[in-house]
């Protein structure tokens, strides 16, 4: 059975840092890209961070990049999201899922996304 446990979430103020973990079991971890995603109340989820698992590339999307650092320790099967410099816009429901590699273009949306995390909530008070 396909399992993804996302944590790691929590209260921080502003221009605080979290390391979300992201535990992955019942399939071939390096097959997969594994990606991070973010839900903010009324808006739609969008795409944080990826990692291709077989090679270590990884991917941030450009308002993020070097706020966000995406990592995975393949031999614990877990992929970690380090945040720093974390700002009120970053809370959310964060959630990690895994597809097939794909254009990066793609990877930013949650179509083929197979498996998700059942989330973990990040608030960064002002």
């Known amino acids: 059975e396909v399992q993804l446990q996302a944590s790691g979430g929590g209260l921080v103020q502003a221009g605080g840092s979290l390391r979300l973990s992201c535990a992955a079991s019942?399939?071939?971890?390096?097959?997969?890209?594994m990606g991070w995603f973010r839900q903010a109340p009324g808006k739609e989820r969008e795409g944080v961070s990826f990692?291709?698992?077989?090679?270590?590339?990884?991917y941030s999307v450009d308002s993020l990049e070097g706020r966000f650092k995406i990592s995975s320790d393949n031999a614990q099967n877990t992929v970690y999201l380090q945040m720093y410099d974390l700002k009120p816009e970053d809370s959310g429901v964060y959630y990690c899922g895994r597809c097939f590699w794909r254009p990066l273009s793609q990877l930013r949306t949650s179509e083929g996304y197979d498996y998700w995390g059942q989330g973990t909530q990040v608030t960064v008070s002002s």
């Open positions: 990692i291709r698992i077989s090679d270590g590339s990884t």
């Open positions: 019942g399939f071939t971890f390096d097959d997969y890209v």
